[in-house]
């Protein structure tokens, strides 16, 4: 018997749902429009019956390049109702990694803005899709009986923001989605019946889903998430006050940002009741300036990762009054997740029962790396075996992710930073990560870290203020490791996904010039 999924299951039928219950509420304000449920409904059906018109079915993968607008969940949305696979890629992958994925995940047509299929004629391996279409549809065109979807097809594709090997693509099945929503909607924490006055402004695209799932309006911010340095705070202060803007879920780097400008200008934003950020590490400082701008709201920092998301979450202001002398405190596990912490190796780990998985863990207390399980977890790559057996442990059905994070037991859970980052010394693991932080506190330093160069641990660090170099070399030099060597750099590179996380390879190749 098909496994079918009921229609609760299924992240656009929640959304149609949704859409029946309050078709006149706005579902996404972009720019100067608003467009309703019930109004993106239809337009999802037209569009899901242009797609099988045009040839698209069950199954095929289709490479969405369409930026955060009501256009591409318009155009998610009709992939998942025909059973299509929505494949997406980093808008700032190079040309070479770009091709790579393409050839890796062999897609069956392409879907842009005029733009992007301008580009996708320029470039082989965008150019080598056999079927491109743009964002207009048929809204004339009839309706037809839709492909079911089963728990184990396949509904996302991402690729990470790896530059070396192969490229490793993530895939969420419907039931992973599901599961993954059913972990997060609980952070989000919208009622059971989401109110006419319920809007949030969702700046990380899984969430805006979510959104339209439960029923929720979302407003996208007036922000270009591939220039975020760009980031014009005014815009969306703007936004926020003029659409009541109750809630917002962000990168670390967009709610600093924003957090900075308010208090900067003493500005009161009332109507934020909720503040979630995650994808990168959030220290006790930091967590200072989103307290200070936004005294009112819930403040939430979620710890996951792009395979489990979410593992843990802590308030901001349990963060600031925790002690971070030797791992920054991520809160409680969440109850979808259950983790573990066991010892760091570089090779894969085989445990055939949970025996022999518990024999790997560490005594509470002691660093070792991260690992997690839950129905949310992702379990697979496309055509990587490799990643597969490095990033993977299988207990009989269950799957473990391991995070290459590393971290500890102390009540609750804490990190040390990158298993990769640590730096082997005589008295054991020097963690850069708690480096990070405690720079952080040093007034005049922007971002700093420690890296093993010359092999010598040397503290990188980035100013606020030239003039303040002499003062922050002193303070440096007075910490009871008494760096000797320290490094100044105009600017550390950080993650371009968030551009919150420290770019530790890009930073070492600055500071070596070796690849």
Same mark, same amino acid.
């Given at each position: 018997?098909?496994?079918?999924?009921?229609?609760?299951?299924?992240?656009?039928?929640?959304?149609?749902?949704?859409?029946?219950?309050?078709?006149?509420?706005?579902?996404?304000?972009?720019?100067?429009?608003?467009?309703?449920?019930?109004?993106?409904?239809?337009?999802?059906?037209?569009?899901?019956?242009?797609?099988?018109?045009?040839?698209?079915?069950?199954?095929?993968?289709?490479?969405?390049?369409?930026?955060?607008?009501?256009?591409?969940?318009?155009?998610?949305?009709?992939?998942?109702?025909?059973?299509?696979?929505?494949?997406?890629?980093?808008?700032?992958?190079?040309?070479?990694?770009?091709?790579?994925?393409?050839?890796?995940?062999?897609?069956?047509?392409?879907?842009?803005?005029?733009?992007?299929?301008?580009?996708?004629?320029?470039?082989?391996?965008?150019?080598?899709?056999?079927?491109?279409?743009?964002?207009?549809?048929?809204?004339?065109? &009839?309706?037809? +009986?839709?492909?079911?979807?089963?728990?184990?097809?396949? !509904?996302? %594709?991402?690729?990470?923001? =790896? $530059? @070396?090997?192969?490229?490793?693509?993530?895939?969420?099945?419907?039931?992973?989605?599901?599961?993954?929503?059913?972990?997060?909607?609980?952070?989000?924490?919208?009622?059971?019946?989401?109110?006419?006055?319920?809007?949030?402004?969702?700046?990380?695209?899984?969430?805006?889903?979510?959104?339209?799932?439960?029923?929720?309006?979302?407003?996208?911010?007036?922000?270009?998430?591939?220039?975020?340095?760009?980031?014009?705070?005014?815009?969306?202060?703007?936004?926020?006050?003029?659409?009541?803007?109750?809630?917002?879920?962000?990168?670390?780097?967009?709610?600093?940002?924003?957090?900075?400008?308010?208090?900067?200008?003493?500005?009161?934003?009332?109507?934020?009741?909720?503040?979630?950020?995650?994808?990168?590490?959030?220290? &006790?400082?930091? +967590?200072?300036?989103?307290?200070?701008?936004?005294?009112? !709201?819930? %403040?939430?920092?979620?710890? =996951? $990762? @792009?395979?489990?998301?979410?593992?843990?979450?802590?308030?901001?202001?349990?963060?600031?009054?925790?002690?971070?002398?030797?791992?920054?405190?991520?809160?409680?596990?969440?109850?979808?997740?259950?983790?573990?912490?066991?010892?760091?190796?570089?090779?894969?780990?085989?445990?055939?029962?949970?025996?022999?998985?518990?024999?790997?863990?560490?005594?509470?207390?002691?660093?070792?790396?991260?690992?997690?399980?839950?129905?949310?977890?992702?379990?697979?790559?496309?055509?990587?075996?490799?990643?597969?057996?490095?990033?993977?442990?299988?207990?009989?059905?269950?799957?473990?992710?391991?995070?290459?994070?590393?971290?500890?037991?102390?009540?609750?859970?804490?990190?040390?930073?990158?298993?990769?980052?640590?730096?082997?010394?005589?008295?054991?693991?020097?963690?850069?990560?708690?480096?990070?932080?405690?720079?952080?506190?040093?007034?005049?330093?922007?971002?700093?870290?420690?890296?093993?160069?010359?092999?010598?641990?040397?503290?990188?660090?980035?100013?606020?203020?030239?003039?303040?170099?002499?003062?922050?070399?002193?303070?440096?030099?007075?910490?009871?490791?008494?760096?000797?060597?320290?490094?100044?750099?105009?600017?550390?590179?950080?993650?371009?996904?968030?551009?919150?996380?420290?770019?530790?390879?890009?930073?070492?190749?600055?500071?070596?010039?070796?690849?």
């Amino acid at each position: 018997m098909e496994n079918t999924l009921p229609d609760r299951f299924n992240v656009v039928d929640l959304f149609h749902e949704a859409a029946r219950k309050s078709p006149d509420k706005p579902a996404i304000i972009y720019r100067e429009k608003a467009v309703s449920f019930g109004d993106l409904e239809n337009a999802v059906n037209q569009t899901a019956a242009h797609f099988l018109h045009k040839g698209i079915r069950k199954g095929d993968r289709v490479l969405v390049f369409v930026p955060m607008s009501d256009d591409l969940y318009r155009t998610v949305l009709a992939l998942f109702r025909i059973g299509a696979v929505a494949v997406f890629l980093d808008e700032w992958v190079s040309v070479k990694r770009l091709a790579e994925c393409c050839r890796l995940a062999q897609c069956a047509a392409f879907i842009g803005t005029f733009k992007g299929r301008v580009l996708a004629r320029l470039l082989p391996g965008l150019r080598a899709i056999p079927l491109h279409l743009g964002l207009k549809y048929d809204a004339g065109r &009839p309706i037809p +009986a839709f492909a079911k979807t089963t728990r184990e097809d396949i !509904a996302l %594709i991402t690729f990470t923001t =790896g $530059s @070396t090997g192969t490229p490793k693509a993530a895939i969420r099945t419907h039931g992973l989605l599901f599961e993954q929503f059913q972990a997060l909607i609980p952070l989000i924490d919208p009622p059971g019946d989401a109110s006419p006055g319920d809007v949030c402004m969702p700046v990380l695209p899984i969430v805006l889903l979510i959104n339209l799932g439960v029923g929720i309006t979302s407003v996208i911010a007036d922000f270009n998430a591939r220039r975020p340095g760009s980031m014009k705070p005014e815009k969306v202060v703007e936004q926020i006050r003029r659409h009541k803007v109750s809630s917002i879920i962000a990168s670390p780097f967009f709610v600093k940002q924003l957090s900075r400008f308010v208090s900067d200008n003493r500005l009161v934003l009332n109507t934020i009741q909720k503040i979630l950020t995650g994808g990168a590490p959030v220290f &006790p400082r930091e +967590a200072g300036i989103y307290r200070n701008a936004f005294p009112q !709201a819930h %403040i939430g920092i979620v710890y =996951g $990762s @792009t395979e489990a998301e979410p593992m843990s979450m802590i308030s901001a202001g349990e963060l600031i009054a925790s002690e971070t002398g030797r791992g920054l405190n991520v809160g409680k596990v969440e109850v979808a997740a259950t983790v573990k912490i066991i010892r760091i190796s570089d090779e894969s780990i085989v445990a055939p029962d949970e025996e022999a998985l518990s024999k790997l863990e560490v005594m509470p207390g002691e660093i070792g790396e991260i690992i997690v399980s839950g129905k949310h977890v992702l379990r697979d790559y496309l055509h990587n075996p490799e990643a597969l057996k490095r990033n993977k442990i299988f207990v009989g059905t269950q799957c473990w992710h391991r995070t290459g994070d590393s971290g500890f037991w102390n009540g609750n859970l804490f990190l040390t930073g990158r298993c990769a980052s640590l730096i082997r010394t005589r008295d054991g693991l020097l963690s850069t990560f708690l480096f990070e932080n405690r720079f952080q506190s040093i007034q005049g330093v922007e971002t700093g870290t420690v890296m093993l160069l010359r092999d010598r641990p040397t503290a990188v660090i980035e100013l606020t203020d030239p003039a303040r170099r002499e003062a922050v070399q002193s303070a440096i030099q007075a910490m009871p490791e008494a760096f000797e060597d320290i490094v100044f750099v105009p600017k550390i590179p950080l993650d371009p996904r968030h551009n919150s996380k420290i770019d530790y390879e890009k930073l070492r190749v600055h500071l070596t010039g070796k690849n």
